[in-house]
């Protein structure tokens, strides 16, 4: 069946670091591929997204490239923020004639000043 | 704009008792979504609506799990009998009828069950 996999955490990390996150999944079909987050205290919001092969979503300096060859969607961002301590979820999502989205398990980052 | 709405926004619930979890999607959003969410983990499916049409409940865990969404908008999670196990939050969203289209959530049940 269709699964999300990525990487455990916590991750801690300073101020300006560089973050990677990896996201690897298992589709039938053609899926596409999100990432939420979840700040503290909040719901799940959509981050980024991309719908096909090479694309790569953006948004607040994170960035995420839709890998087919390696069945990839890793996150990242250039230098991250107090404000960006969250919990990261990857999902996919494939239409099969009704649709709907799956999880990863979520990581946690820690983004110490 | 109203986001989705969940309500109520803790149920705690004596083990064995019914307990009723209502969501109020965006308005005009065709699709909607209930999901259990344990603590630590990341959420999981439970049942799918496109607009009163149950499509797909193939993640609910027990018949003692029912959702209904009547005439097409407001949607109730029901869970008969509740266990122990049943603790959790159960989270709502709502989007267009589109696989490319992302899921808005509201913020969730925290469902305790003693």
């Known amino acids: 069946g269709d699964s999300v996999t990525q990487m455990e955490g916590p991750v801690t990390l300073s101020e300006e670091a560089f973050l990677t996150i990896n996201c690897t999944y298992t589709a039938t079909g053609y899926p596409s591929l999100f990432w939420y987050v979840q700040y503290p205290g909040e719901g799940l919001q959509l981050l980024l997204k991309a719908t096909k092969a090479d694309d790569k979503g953006s948004n607040k300096g994170f960035e995420a490239t839709y890998r087919k060859e390696t069945t990839s969607f890793h996150l990242e961002k250039g230098s991250v923020q107090v404000s960006d301590s969250a919990v990261y979820f990857c999902a996919l999502s494939v239409d099969t004639g009704g649709f709907k989205t799956i999880f990863g398990a979520g990581t946690r980052l820690f983004v110490k000043a | 704009g109203a986001g989705v709405s969940q309500s109520p926004r803790y149920k705690v619930a004596k083990r064995g008792q019914d307990v009723a979890l209502r969501c109020d999607p965006i308005?005009?959003?065709?699709?909607l979504f209930w999901y259990q969410q344990a603590l630590g983990q990341g959420p999981e499916f439970l049942t799918y609506?496109?607009?009163?049409?149950?499509?797909?409940k193939s993640g609910l865990p027990s018949d003692r799990f029912f959702a209904e969404r009547p005439e097409g908008s407001v949607s109730t999670l029901k869970i008969q009998r509740t266990q122990q196990e049943d603790s959790a939050v159960y989270l709502c969203?709502?989007?267009?009828?589109?696989?490319?289209?992302?899921?808005?959530f509201g913020n969730g049940t925290r469902l305790t069950v003693t």
């Open positions: 609506f496109q607009n009163e049409a149950q499509l797909d």
């Open positions: 969203a709502s989007s267009l009828s589109s696989s490319n289209s992302p899921l808005h």
């Open positions: 308005s005009g959003h065709v699709s």
